[in-house]
């Protein structure tokens, strides 16, 4: 669950003549545990910022942000930059089991525990058709190899609240189509796994991916100019109804910067 109330977000663009930039105003969310809630709007919206914010990266001005766990616990944060963020002198096996692994350092796991977890490791490699690619570097692989590998740590990782910056973005038309089926089964999966939902927040630049994707549509641009529900997840834009693309058509005026702010 992730509750925003009144959250503004004021950069310092100069410190000596301390000039200040507003990237977000007065912002309020209120996204339920176990759904997928996507952002989308212009370039320099503060969609990253507000996804650090949630991440706790970096420091709001005002407001509160409150992030629900399992059981009233701290939620674990899985966050994938807009870049996959893979260390490129460890294996693709190695990123994929980098935060679930520090998670269990941190909290002193059992030898019986790690083995599991790499057990888990190796089946959600093969479900992601990159276990072959175990031993390579991710220089050795391909763009779309990459960003499986990345969310497969995240999905090892088994947050409570997954945010994503664009996941899909650098991958070309086809690959994308795959890396979006892939996640939407491990969401899936995740969500008949009732004891530990996970609320996903992901920004993407894409109208369609977020019409495919989300149960909510947050569009921001500075401030949240529209946050509807969405009828058509996981609709095929094959299948394209008159409803589906009206629904379509009110997003992309709701995106342009000229365009009417009421929804
Ligand atoms: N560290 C920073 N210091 C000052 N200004 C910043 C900083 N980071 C971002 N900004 C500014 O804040 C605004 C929002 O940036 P942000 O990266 O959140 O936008 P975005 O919606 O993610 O854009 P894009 O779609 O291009 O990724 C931009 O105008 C950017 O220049
Ligand atoms: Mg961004």
Request: glycine fraction near 4%.
């Given at each position: 669950m992730i509750t925003i109330k009144n959250l503004s977000v004021v950069y310092t663009t100069d410190e000596k003549t301390r000039q200040n930039k507003t990237v977000l105003a007065d912002i309020g969310l209120s996204l339920s545990a176990g759904t997928v809630n996507i952002v989308i709007g212009p370039s320099g919206g503060g969609k990253s910022t507000l996804l650090k914010v949630i991440a706790g990266l970096i420091d709001h001005s005002a407001g509160t942000v409150k992030l629900g766990g399992a059981d009233g616990c701290e939620p674990i944060i899985g966050f994938m930059p807009q870049s996959c963020g893979?260390?490129?002198?460890?294996t693709i096996r190695e990123n994929v089991e980098l935060a679930a692994g520090l998670r269990l350092k941190k909290t002193g796991a059992s030898a019986a525990d790690c083995d599991n977890m790499k057990k888990q490791s190796l089946a959600l490699m093969k479900q992601l058709g990159i276990d072959a690619l175990a031993y390579c570097y991710p220089s050795e692989v391909s763009g779309g190899q990459q960003q499986r590998a990345a969310l497969g740590r995240m999905f090892l990782l088994r947050p409570d609240i997954l945010l994503m910056d664009?996941?899909?973005?650098?991958?070309d038309e086809l690959t994308r189509g795959e890396v979006r089926q892939l996640f939407a089964a491990l969401c899936a999966g995740r969500r008949q796994d009732d004891c530990k939902p996970m609320t996903v927040l992901m920004v993407t630049h894409q109208v369609e991916e977020a019409v495919l994707l989300g149960e909510k549509i947050i569009v921001l641009d500075g401030k949240i100019k529209a946050v509807l529900d969405n009828?058509?997840?996981?609709?095929?834009?094959?299948?394209?109804s008159q409803e589906r693309a009206e629904f379509i058509v009110r997003l992309r005026r709701l995106l342009d910067r000229e365009g009417g702010s009421t929804p």
């Open positions: 893979l260390l490129p002198w460890e664009e996941p899909f973005s650098a991958l009828p058509y997840r996981g609709q095929s834009e094959n299948l394209c």
